[in-house]
């Protein structure tokens, strides 16, 4: 069956440390999707890749770094840089232009500082 | 930006009863789409209604769009303690640009 595999789902980062969350699929869609979702809060848009090789920053990109390398990877490093960033990050994938389906989303990844 | 306002946050509700939740948004849109999550888990689509499209239907579910008021609703209906979860709307500008979530409504349905 094809779907969005995200890992770790629950991941640890000491003070100072860069961390990165894989997000790989296999229903061979073309865009991919990092969102960041607080409690209470809905997702913001970190980065969005349409593309191999290329990447836009979302809303929240700062601290943040992507790539994309392959057509079904899509990971993301959390930097030091980000002061805050204790949340749930879902990775999401999509067809372009987008269908009736709309985006598949991965199980998401629970960071916390500690 | 979050361009989509769901009301209200939260809704309790009796099982067999049904559940009704509000999108508002900002700026014009080609799609609007409505999706759930179970606690701790990713969002799951549930239901995809276009510009020019007025209501969709899907088993339980019925959405209606309202561009001139920038709104829409979602409306559950005969709901079960299964369907407790939270509900987001996701605006689509263009149909190639990423979604924008709204803040998303709790829904707990007892049984």
């Known amino acids: 069956d094809g779907g969005i595999t995200q890992s770790p789902k629950y991941l640890f980062r000491k003070e100072g440390q860069n961390v990165t969350l894989s997000c790989e699929q296999n229903?061979?869609?073309?865009?991919m999707y990092w969102y960041r979702q607080d409690p209470g809060q809905g997702l913001r848009l970190i980065y969005y890749?349409?593309?191999?090789?290329?990447?836009q920053k979302g809303d929240i990109a700062e601290g943040y770094s992507v790539s994309r390398e392959k057509k079904e990877s899509f990971p993301l490093t959390v930097t030091s840089a980000q002061k805050n960033p204790t949340a749930f990050y879902l990775c999401a994938s999509s067809t372009i232009p987008q269908g009736r389906k709309g985006y598949t989303f991965g199980s998401g990844t629970r960071l916390t500082v500690v | 930006s979050q361009q989509g306002e769901e009301d209200p946050q939260a809704l309790s509700i009796q099982e067999g009863e049904n559940a009704t939740m509000n999108c508002s948004y900002k700026t014009s849109i080609n799609n609007l789409q409505w999706y759930r999550q179970n606690s701790g888990r990713g969002l799951v689509h549930l239901i995809l209604?276009?510009?020019?499209?007025r209501e969709k239907h899907s088993g339980r579910l019925r959405v209606t769009l309202d561009t001139s008021k920038k709104s829409s609703s979602l409306l559950i209906t005969a709901s079960r303690a299964a369907d407790t979860a939270s509900y987001f709307c996701?605006?689509?500008?263009?149909?190639?640009?990423?979604?924008?979530f709204g803040k998303g409504t709790r829904l707990s349905v007892i049984a």
């Open positions: 996701a605006t689509d500008p263009s149909g190639n640009t990423p979604l924008v």
């Open positions: 209604i276009r510009s020019n499209e």
């Open positions: 890749s349409q593309i191999v090789n290329d990447f």
């Open positions: 229903l061979n869609h073309d865009a």
